[in-house]
C-alpha cells in the first residue's frame, strides 16, 4: 500500500524521535485521514525489527478496526487481549488489547514488564485515566506512540504531561486544501437555547442536564432542520438515549426518514446498513457514532450535545468530513448556546489553533446569516485579529520597524505573516519548555530573525518548522520582511517571494528609494 506524503513522513518523525530517545511521542491526525494506515506501517517497520507491539483502545470497534486495517495494509495477524480472549501463548508479534481488561492486576501479572516493545494507543486523548496509566506504567520500558485527532492546548497540555514529543500534526484545513477532507461549511442557527442552569460533570456538561434543557427547543430544531437540511444525510448527536429517540420521531412528524441506534439497539447494524444504503436520511444517536463508524457520503452534521471538549467534538464532526462521489462540503449547523460559560466548542475549533481567532470566528460566522466556509472563515478572523493585535501594539511595532539591523524581531514577524498561533504559543512538552539551543538559535539568525527575545526550544522549534513551510510554499523571507515593512510596507509576511523580490529591485534601481506612484502603507501586490 503507497502512502499518501503526510502519512509517509509522519511514519517517518514517529521512528526518529524514538531514535532520539523520546520514548511517548504524539502523532496528530485528523479524523478520516488514515491514521490507522499509518500506526500499521509503524507496526510493520517494528515487527520487522523483532519487536512485540501491543495496540490499546478502550473500545471494541477500534480494536477490531486496527486489526482489519492492520492485516489488509501489512498482511500481519493479531491474537487479541479482551474479556475471556487471550494472546499467551500466541506467536503473532503483535496484540491488539481492551485497557478495561488489560489494566486489571491478574491480567497484568501475566505479562512481564519487558513483554512488549512498543505499544500504540488509539485515541490518545484518553490515555491520561488511572486505567491505560497502570498499563502504561506496567510496561514503562516500552516505546508508546500515541494517536489522536486534532487536541486543542488543553488536551496538547495534559498529553504533555506523560508525552515526551509531538512527533508530527496534519491540520484539518491542510487536509482539506489538499482534497483529502471534504470542505466545511458552517451555519449558525438563530435559536437561542438556555444551558445556563446545566451543570458540569467531569470537565464537561452533564449528560443528564443537557437532555433536560434540550427537550422544550426539539421542535423548533426539527423546524430550522427543515430549512436547512431536508435533501441531505445527516447525523444528530444527543445528549441522551430518550432525548435521541423523542427527537427522531419529531423529525419523522416533520417529513424527514430518521432512525435512532444506541448502545441497546437489537437491530443497530441493520440500521446503520439501512441509513448507509439511503433508506433513511437521518440517523438520530447519544454519542455512539463517535469513534469506530464511516459513511462517508454523510454531508451534514448536527451536534446537539454541547461540549467543552474539543477531542469530542472533533470526533462527531468527523463523521462528515470523508469524501465521498457527488459530496461537495460538509454542512455543520451551528446553535446560538446561551451559558455563562465561555469555553463551548463551535465549528471555529476544528481548525484555529488560537483562542481570539476562534472566538472571532464564531462571531464572524454568527453575524453572516449563511453558511460560511471555514478555512475562509478562519482566514478573514486571523487578519482580524492581527489588526486589533497590531492597534494594540502600534508603538512597539513602530519601534522594531524603526530599528536598524539586518534581522526581524519574532513578534513583527509573526504579526506580518498572521500567525497568531506563534505569537500565543504555549509550550506543552518538557523539551519545549527549555530554553533554545544553540543549534537553533543559529538556524534562526541565518534565516533572518532575531534570536534573543526567543525564549524556549518549543518556540524556536515552531519558527524554524513555519520557515521551512513557508519557504517550500514560495513566500517571503523574514529579510524581505524587515527591508520593506521598514520602508512602510504592510504585511509583507503574506505576500510571495517572487513579488517581493520584484519590488526590492525596483526600489534597488531607483536608488533605494520607493518608486512615484507606489504609497507604501496602502501597496497590495497583484
Known amino acids: 500500500m503507497e502512502l499518501r506524503p503526510y502519512q509517509e513522513e509522519s511514519r517517518k518523525r514517529v521512528q526518529e524521535e524514538w531514535e532520539k530517545g ?17 500506526f500499521s506501517k509503524i507496526i510493520e517497520d517494528r515487527v520487522k525489527l523483532g519487536e512485540r507491539v501491543l495496540v490499546l483502545a478502550h473500545r471494541g470497534e477500534l480494536l477490531e478496526q486496527a486489526a482489519d486495517k492492520l492485516y489488509k495494509s501489512t498482511g500481519l495477524k493479531t491474537a487479541t487481549e479482551k474479556a475471556e480472549q487471550t494472546s499467551l501463548n500466541s506467536f503473532y508479534r503483535v496484540v491488539v488489547g481492551s485497557v478495561q481488561t488489560m489494566q486489571r492486576p491478574k491480567r497484568l501479572e501475566k505479562f512481564s514488564p519487558d513483554f512488549f516493545d512498543t505499544i500504540v494507543i488509539d485515541e490518545a486523548h484518553h490515555c491520561i485515566s488511572d486505567g491505560y496509566q497502570r498499563v502504561l506504567k506496567h510496561f514503562e520500558n516500552a516505546n508508546v506512540l500515541g494517536v489522536t485527532a486534532t487536541p486543542d492546548r488543553g488536551d496538547m497540555k495534559n498529553l504533555g504531561s506523560y508525552f515526551d514529543s509531538l512527533a508530527y500534526e496534519y491540520g484539518l484545513a491542510e487536509a482539506i486544501r489538499a482534497k483529502y477532507l471534504s470542505p466545511i461549511k458552517a451555519l449558525t442557527i438563530p435559536l437561542k437555547l438556555d444551558l445556563s442552569a446545566v451543570k458540569q460533570q467531569a470537565g464537561d456538561f452533564s449528560t443528564k442536564d443537557l437532555g433536560t434543557a434540550l427537550d422544550p427547543y426539539l421542535e423548533q430544531i426539527a423546524t ?131 483562542e481570539k481567532v476562534a472566538k472571532k470566528m464564531t462571531e464572524n460566522i454568527e453575524e453572516a446569516g449563511t453558511a460560511i466556509d471555514l478555512e475562509l472563515a478562519e482566514e478573514q478572523a486571523q487578519k482580524d485579529v492581527v489588526e486589533e493585535r497590531e492597534e494594540a501594539l502600534a508603538e512597539q511595532l513602530a519601534e522594531m520597524k524603526r530599528r536598524k539591523r539586518k534581522l526581524v524581531d519574532p513578534l513583527q514577524f509573526e504579526l506580518s505573516i498572521q500567525a497568531s498561533d506563534l505569537t500565543d504559543f504555549v509550550p506543552a512538552f518538557g523539551f519545549q519548555m527549555g530554553p533554545p539551543t544553540d543549534k537553533q538559535l543559529k538556524a534562526l539568525e541565518k534565516l533572518g530573525i532575531f534570536p534573543d527575545e526567543i525564549e524556549s526550544a518549543g518556540k524556536a522549534d515552531m519558527l524554524l518548522e513555519r520557515l521551512n513551510k513557508r519557504r517550500d510554499a514560495g513566500l517571503t523571507t523574514p529579510k524581505q520582511i524587515r527591508f520593506l515593512e521598514g520602508r512602510g510596507f504592510n504585511h509583507v509576511g503574506t505576500w510571495q517571494f517572487e513579488h517581493a523580490t520584484k519590488l526590492i529591485n525596483r526600489i534597488a534601481a531607483n536608488c533605494w528609494r520607493i ?12
Open 22 to 38: 523520546n520514548k511517548r511521542t504524539l502523532l496528530v491526525l485528523p479524523t478520516g485521514t488514515g491514521k490507522t494506515i499509518v
Open 224 to 354: 430550522e432542520m427543515e430549512k436547512q437540511c431536508k435533501d441531505r444525510k445527516t447525523v444528530v448527536f444527543l445528549p441522551l438515549v430518550k432525548t435521541s429517540q423523542k427527537f427522531r420521531d419529531i423529525l419523522n412528524k416533520h417529513g424527514f426518514k430518521a432512525a435512532e441506534v444506541n448502545g441497546e439497539s437489537q437491530d443497530r447494524e441493520q440500521i446503520l446498513t439501512d441509513f448507509e444504503n439511503n433508506e433513511y436520511n437521518v440517523l438520530c444517536n447519544s454519542m455512539l457514532l463517535t469513534e469506530g463508524w464511516d459513511c462517508p457520503d454523510v454531508d451534514c452534521v448536527v451536534v446537539l450535545r454541547p461540549t467543552k471538549v474539543r477531542a469530542l467534538y472533533s470526533q462527531m464532526v468527523g463523521r462528515g468530513t470523508r469524501l465521498a462521489p457527488g459530496k461537495e462540503e460538509l454542512l455543520l449547523l451551528d446553535f446560538l448556546w446561551h451559558t455563562e460559560r465561555h469555553e463551548l466548542c463551535h465549528p471555529a475549533h476544528l481548525i484555529a489553533t488560537d
Open 515 to 526: 518608486p512615484a506612484g507606489i504609497t507604501p502603507a496602502e501597496y497590495q501586490p497583484n
